[in-house]
């Protein structure tokens, strides 16, 4: 008689956060509240899938699902945008226009047709330093006037470097004045297209939600958002792909 019987393996546990492989592919485990059911998303900025499951108990399940779709996932990963460096020589565009990458005296500069910043390790740094600037210029100003056509005080505004959106607004509270956080990866969206999320941003100052309201707020300062929308869609891959 064996009194030493082997104990069946424990299921493994996975946590929110993980990352594992599945058939090559980079996976991220996220668990989610408001979820209904597992599912897949492909996190371009990442290049990474993403497993969502309702509760942690289901993350277990949610792997499961990705190596189903283990095919699938290889697809979708396949066909995102490779990382664009920036480097001397190459071009990047500022508010749609293209702009040369070039190494020259003085400081880092927007000069004509050009980006340029002095020849030294941290090159790319001070280009990138020089695009967020003019990120933060720019959106500032559209800000004032898109604030200013619905009568509302100026927000504090800020660039950083979200990957889920590219923007967000904090609506004024007793005590407390607006904020809104936009993506400094805008500049190098056309400037339509960023004005765009400028007055989506600045509709949230007054309708906190994407409801009619809100939608009509948009219409009012920049048109039909459909266009401005859909562009952001195709080449969000595009820009999140851009690195120093």
């Not at 330093?129 to 959106?139: I, M, Q």
């Not at 056509?149 to 950083?160: E, G, I, N």
């Amino acid at each position: 008689m064996n009194l030493f019987r082997p104990q069946p393996k424990a299921p493994k546990r996975f946590a929110d956060g993980d990352r594992l492989e599945v058939e090559g592919c980079a996976l991220r485990l996220k668990v989610d509240g408001r979820a209904r059911r597992v599912s897949l998303r492909v996190d371009r900025a990442k290049s990474e899938i993403v497993a969502i499951a309702p509760t942690p108990r289901r993350l277990t399940e949610a792997v499961a699902f990705a190596h189903e779709k283990a095919g699938w996932m290889s697809l979708q990963l396949a066909a995102l945008p490779g990382r664009q460096v920036i480097e001397p020589g190459g071009v990047l565009k500022v508010w749609g226009k293209p702009y040369r990458l070039e190494v020259g005296p003085g400081r880092a500069r927007i000069t004509g047709d050009a980006l340029i910043a002095p020849d030294d390790a941290n090159w790319s740094l001070k280009i990138l330093r020089l695009v967020k600037r003019e990120a933060l210029e720019k959106l500032t100003e559209r800000t004032a006037y898109h604030a200013g056509r619905l009568a509302r005080p100026m927000p504090s505004v800020a660039v950083a470097d979200p990957k889920a959106r590219w923007g967000s607004c904090r609506p004024a509270r007793p005590g407390v004045p607006a904020a809104i956080r936009y993506s400094w990866r805008l500049v190098l969206a056309p400037a339509a297209v960023a004005d765009y999320v400028v007055a989506h941003e600045c509709a949230h100052l007054i309708e906190a939600n994407h409801g009619p309201r809100f939608w009509a707020l948009c219409e009012t300062l920049v048109g039909d958002p459909a266009p401005h929308r859909a562009w952001l869609r195709a080449h969000a891959a595009q820009l999140h792909a851009i690195s120093a």
